[in-house]
């Protein structure tokens, strides 16, 4: 089946600094991905819907300018934590969906931020 | 009206018996609803999943019932096993658009 990659899987940083994590499509083209964050025992919650070669749609209380998202390109969108602080630890997971396929929305094993 | 409310928080099954969470939903137009499985540190699988036209699917242990004038759908794991002990997430979009998740339900399945 169809695979999303995330990479790093854990990242440890300290306050103030920005950490990029990467989404990425194995074997088909995403023209939309999905980040979602989900704190200890919550559930998933969207913050944003990255969409290849035009900006991103944010969810009502997701600052754009905290969370930079990028989709290059057909395989890759980047979630970016600018300026991070303690209250942005969480559990960040990408999704994308393999529209020429069974349409089925396919996570990735999900990045965990731990900001010092 | 985009909430998906999901019960119970969590679920203590014995081996060989039948898991059941329920969810409900408000949005008349959401017309895909599909169960996630998660285990900690990892990202949600895709178990099953259901659209209004049908009002039940069955994979393997796995079955979701659906009533489209209650606006609810549930899941049942049949003969739980001590491996299906994962939290469970209903969820519910409109075609391709963003998944809107449940609270989740914590199975726990003793031997």
């Known amino acids: 089946g169809a695979v999303v990659s995330q990479h790093p899987s854990r990242v440890i940083c300290k306050s103030g600094t920005s950490v990029k994590i990467e989404c990425r499509s194995l074997d088909f083209q995403a023209t939309t991905m999905f980040w979602y964050r989900q704190f200890p025992k919550q559930s998933l919650m969207l913050m944003a819907t990255s969409n290849e070669g035009s900006k991103a749609t944010y969810e009502q209380g997701v600052e754009k300018d905290k969370f930079l998202i990028n989709h290059a390109s057909l395989t890759l969108s980047t979630l970016t934590v600018t300026s991070a602080h303690p209250e942005d630890s969480s559990f960040y997971i990408c999704s994308a969906r393999d529209l020429k396929g069974t349409g089925e929305l396919f996570f990735g094993e999900g990045s965990r931020l731990t900001v010092l | 009206q985009q909430q998906v409310k999901q019960s119970p928080q969590s679920l203590i099954v014995q081996k060989g018996g039948i898991s059941i969470i329920n969810c409900a939903y408000e949005?008349?137009?959401?017309?895909?609803f599909p169960w996630y499985q998660q285990f900690p540190g990892k990202g949600p699988a895709l178990l099953i999943a259901?659209?209004?036209?049908?009002s039940e699917k069955k994979e393997g242990r796995f079955t979701i019932s659906f009533n489209k004038s209650a606006k609810q759908f549930s899941l049942h794991i049949m003969d739980s096993q001590p491996g299906d002990s994962a939290t469970y997430f209903c969820a519910a979009s409109i075609g391709t658009d963003k998944l809107i998740f449940g609270t989740g339900t914590r199975l726990q399945v003793f031997p």
């Open positions: 259901i659209r209004p036209d049908v």
């Open positions: 949005n008349t137009a959401f017309d895909y």
